[in-house]
């Protein structure tokens, strides 16, 4: 069986992370672009699963403390690519 993730896909789960994030911290939208130095509008999108920069996912990752866990995840794709044979 073959599994298809879309982009779309990963910026809805991203929007859905990040609002449980938000909430779970009791903040509003106003409050963590102001954290993160990132107007609300650009939290709302984010939020709503609309396009964002690669620098917007990652303030939000790390002021969440989401970097390292993001971070293992990459090292684990590198180290499967690496170790694939060939022959």
Do not use: W
């Not at 779309?8 to 954290?35: N, T």
């Amino acid at each position: 069986m073959i599994n298809f993730v879309t982009v779309k896909d990963i910026k809805l789960k991203l929007a859905v992370l990040c609002k449980s994030k938000r909430q779970s911290y009791g903040m509003s939208q106003e409050e963590l672009a102001e954290a993160i130095g990132l107007s609300r509008y650009t939290i709302q999108k984010f939020e709503n699963g609309k396009n964002s920069t690669l620098d917007t996912v990652l303030k939000i990752a790390n002021h969440f403390d989401l970097l390292t866990p993001l971070g293992k995840g990459i090292d684990k794709v590198i180290e499967a690519d690496n170790s694939m044979s060939l022959y």
